[in-house]
């Protein structure tokens, strides 16, 4: 008997069936070992010795893993072709050989790019030893990830109050988002005016052309800077009659993209699907490990986590026969197109992304796909087949107008697709772009004189650097070559736990929290968010896997030069730290002076108070140096951005309108805890608070309408009486977010929207479900109640479960299709999925009496 050791259930099914009955393939569920989480478990002064930890469902799979190698011929580590692959089969041999399971078992490692019969069958019979240098690198990269945690994050916890925690790669992907924040603050708009005129010919077919020239000169950006200017330049043009000075046509080519790497994947599924980074990865895993094509589970793409831009030539010659037969031998080039990466550090020896089988196109297997699984399918095969096919062939035409004296020169510009190419099967970038058809120019001939129909000056605005999307940050951190394929997801994702960042229409926006942590370790720890220092480590990480360098010598290195710093660090006192940061903030925090030229560091409560950088157990603000005797203060967010903003006791609340009951107004402010609403009496009685509420975090303030205020104001809201107490059911939103209310028990709601709509009915079933949840039951949340049962009149609801969505009645469950919508779903087609799943039950045996 042969063992094989993958790391998912679902990839070793699969395998199993393609090695039949003299194997059996076991599955490690991901990572054994890890490095328990808590100071000591990385020993430098050791040699580095690591201390790892198994835990209980890990050392239950271990044991039957154990128990099926003792006593087997050959144990074949069949885990991904990656170095965390590597390590994993590294940490499952560990710990077999402490189980003294490996005595008379051949021991190999096996690698295959894609979960295919062939791939399958050729990498049993093609085995090799295990990667020491790979192992080495997984070591090196966990140790510095584990240090830099570690040791960084107490020395945060210590002089910034409210931090989470730093990394050592995503504390470098923060910097970005910070870096790119601070030159949108810092970005004035200039203004600028082109000069647009529509025109005619013989063919009576609109030309639409820009001004180019004006006086012999070319036009630079700015030349038009005001309204006058381009007025002035517009009536020029009106000076006919309008010639034809020349008509320039120029052949060009568009060359087809590489096929998928991890990032390019990742950017393309973002700005085509709308997919974040770690959907993507999780919808291409499904694909890689295989779904059910006539009858058997195969792998329909390759290995998902690579930096490499090669395809097989296997793959390559049917990708070739493909386009052949699809598409026409003139989308064939003479050549195979073979392509090498631009990304710093790639691993050139990984393949590609690409189809396990090029003819198995989208359409013809989509009933095997969900919807996800399928448009993700679709992308990556149009990629592959693209990147294969002849370039596309076009003609630039440039026609050149001037008015009757010359002194203005108008430009046309076209492009006609001569030869669509491989823009017949894939274009990069949204799926909005501008046809190139609808660009082609009418025909003109040099010396005809055109007709004009309008001109028309525009004005613009230069607009800022935009903000990092997924896709974006990706792109620069590949760039920069900083992270690995398999890390970016993560990466994106930490920085979004960690509360550093906010996404706002699918771009990264830093909180105040994020921004402070970054400018600290800008300031105290600058060298290790360098971008040229963590790509160099990233290099060294790449030489340890090639064996060209020793893995504790980079840790020596590391460790001898990051210990001390952050002892230095430690020992620097705390008000020390917070005036550091307020002079390295100042350019941010404090415009250099206001508009009625005061300086912007005077308090506007005091006399002679001065604004600066204050920090609490919440985190960072701006508050007056005359505190506790002056109690203003600023959000540190909102004195970045310039806003008068401030608490209760300051000034430059904004009036939203007033309140409908009581007549007093109702106002806007923010706060050391961030925004909320006020209702100004104007006779409130002393020392008595005014009434106030928080805005809800899936709100934006700056949008806040006086509706959506009175709402707010107005809660808690009665929903109605409970029909067994008959006490009422309110609905609120609390310190944890929208909740409802009944007599002591609480349960929450999706959204601050369901706070106003929740119903009586729906109350009721979550107020149950609660309790349900505190005796011992599960909690469970009803998505949507679809009416009653015709038979006996309970309800019928579709609920949120463990493993996705089910109807529910009574003590029947039934699962939702794949890609059903929960929102979808009507009471016919939840009375048949309950029904079918009735009659798939069994009658329970009746247990046999005892004597």
């Known amino acids: 008997m042969n063992v094989v050791i993958v790391e998912s259930p679902a990839k070793a099914k699969t395998i199993n069936k393609y090695l039949g009955k003299d194997f059996k393939v076991l599955a490690s569920f991901g990572h054994v070992r890890d490095l328990p989480a808590k100071d000591g478990s990385v020993k430098p002064d050791e040699d580095f010795a690591m201390d790892w930890t198994v835990d209980k469902d890990s050392n239950k799979r271990l044991t039957e893993i154990a128990k099926a190698v003792k006593g087997s011929d050959k144990l074949y580590l069949a885990t991904d072709p990656d170095r965390e692959g590597e390590a994993i089969s590294w940490h499952v041999l560990e710990v077999l050989a402490k189980k003294k399971a490996l005595k008379d078992v051949d021991v190999k490692r096996v690698v295959f790019n894609e979960i295919t019969k062939s791939a399958i069958l050729k990498a049993i019979a093609e085995p090799r030893e295990l990667d020491s240098e790979m192992v080495n690198a997984y070591l090196a990269r966990r140790a510095l990830d584990y240090l830099v945690g570690f040791t960084l994050s107490p020395v945060l916890w210590r002089k910034l109050p409210g931090a989470r925690s ?22 004035v708009a200039q203004e600028y005016w082109s000069v647009e005129a529509e ?35 517009a009536e020029k043009v009106k000076n006919e009659p309008l010639t034809v000075e020349a008509v320039e046509r120029k052949p060009a080519r568009r060359h087809p993209q590489p096929p998928f790497t991890t990032s390019t994947l990742q950017q393309e599924a973002a700005r085509k699907l709308g997919f974040p980074a770690n959907k993507t990865m999780r919808v291409a895993q499904s694909l890689y490990e295989g779904k059910s094509i006539g009858g058997e589970v195969t792998g329909l793409i390759t290995y998902m986590r690579t930096d490499g831009v090669s395809i097989a030539q296997e793959a390559m010659n049917a990708t070739r026969n493909l386009i052949t037969n699809r598409y026409g031998d003139q989308h064939l080039p003479e050549k195979p197109r073979f392509y090498k990466t631009k990304a710093k550090n790639a691993q050139e020896a990984h393949e590609a992304i690409r189809p396990t089988d090029p003819q198995r196109i989208p359409a013809e297997i989509a009933g095997a796909l969900d919807d996800d699984e399928r448009r993700l399918y679709d992308l990556i095969w149009r990629r592959t087949i693209a990147s294969q096919m002849e370039s596309a062939k076009m003609e630039r035409t440039t026609v050149t107008v001037s008015n009757s004296d010359k002194s203005a020169e108008l430009r046309a510009t076209g492009t006609v697709i001569l030869f669509d190419g491989f823009l017949s099967v894939y274009q990069e970038g949204t799926d909005d772009e501008t046809n190139e058809e609808e660009k082609r120019l009418p025909k003109v001939e040099v010396g005809e004189v055109l007709t004009l129909n309008k001109v028309t000056p525009k004005q613009h605005f230069t607009d800022p650097p935009p903000r990092f999307t997924e896709a974006s940050l990706v792109k620069k951190l590949e760039e920069l070559g900083i992270g690995r394929p398999s890390t970016y997801a993560s990466i994106l994702t930490v920085l979004r736990e960690r509360n550093y960042v906010q996404m706002e229409r699918n771009r990264f926006i830093p909180e105040d929290k994020g921004r402070l942590v970054s400018a600290f370790l800008e300031k105290f720890f600058e060298r290790y968010v360098q971008y040229d220092f963590t790509a160099n480590l990233e290099e060294q990480l790449d030489e340890i896997s090639a064996g060209s360098l020793d893995w504790k010598k980079v ?94 006791e300051g000034s430059g609340p904004r009036i939203l309108g007033d309140d409908p009951e009581t007549g007093f107004p109702i106002s806007l402010r923010t706060g050391r805890f961030g925004p909320y609403l006020q209702l100004d009496d104007p006779v409130k009685e002393k020392g008595k608070k005014p009434k106030r509420a928080s805005i809800p975090k899936d709100m934006n303030a700056a949008d806040l309408s006086l509706e959506d205020a009175i709402s707010l104001m107005s809660l808690p809201r009665e929903v109605g009486i409970h029909p067994e107490s008959g006490k009422p059911i309110t609905a609120a939103i609390g310190r944890y977010g929208p909740y409802i209310a009944h007599d002591g028990t609480y349960g929450k709601l999706t959204s601050t929207a369901e706070v106003f709509e929740v119903g009586l009915n729906r109350a009721v079933a979550i107020l149950a479900d609660t309790k349900a949840s505190k005796s011992g039951g599960s909690s469970k949340t009803v ?34 299709p794949k890609g059903t919508e929960p929102a979808d779903v009507t009471l016919e087609q939840a009375l048949e999925l309950l029904a079918a799943k009735a009659a798939k039950k069994k009658p329970a045996r009746r247990k046999k009496k005892s004597a």
């Open 783 to 816: 998505l949507k109640e679809l009416g009653e049962h015709p038979d006996d009149g309970d309800a019928i609801r579709v609920m949120d479960g463990r493993y996705g969505p089910y109807v529910n009645h009574k003590r029947t469950n039934a699962t939702l």
């Open 166 to 187: 730093a990394g050592r790669v995503q504390s470098v992907a923060l910097r970005l988002v910070c870096e790119r924040e601070a030159e949108i603050e810092k970005f």
């Open 555 to 648: 840790l020596n290195e590391f460790w001898s030069d990051f210990k001390p710093k952050t002892e230095e660090i430690l020992a620097v006192r705390n008000a020390v730290v917070i005036d550091a940061l307020d002079e390295y903030l100042a350019p941010m925090l404090f415009p250099e002076k206001n508009e009625d030229g005061t300086d912007p560091r005077k308090c506007p409560n005091c006399e002679d108070g001065r604004l600066g950088l204050k920090t609490s157990r919440y985190g960072a603000f701006v508050g007056c140096s005359n505190y506790p005797e002056c109690s203003y203060t600023k959000p540190f967010g909102s004195a970045a951005r310039g806003e008068d903003t401030d608490t209760a």
């Open 199 to 233: 025109l005619e010919g013989a063919s009576k077919k609109a030309i639409s052309s820009r001004l180019f020239g004006l006086n012999g000169k070319k036009l630079q950006k700015y030349d038009l800077s005001n309204e006058k200017t381009a007025t002035d330049a």
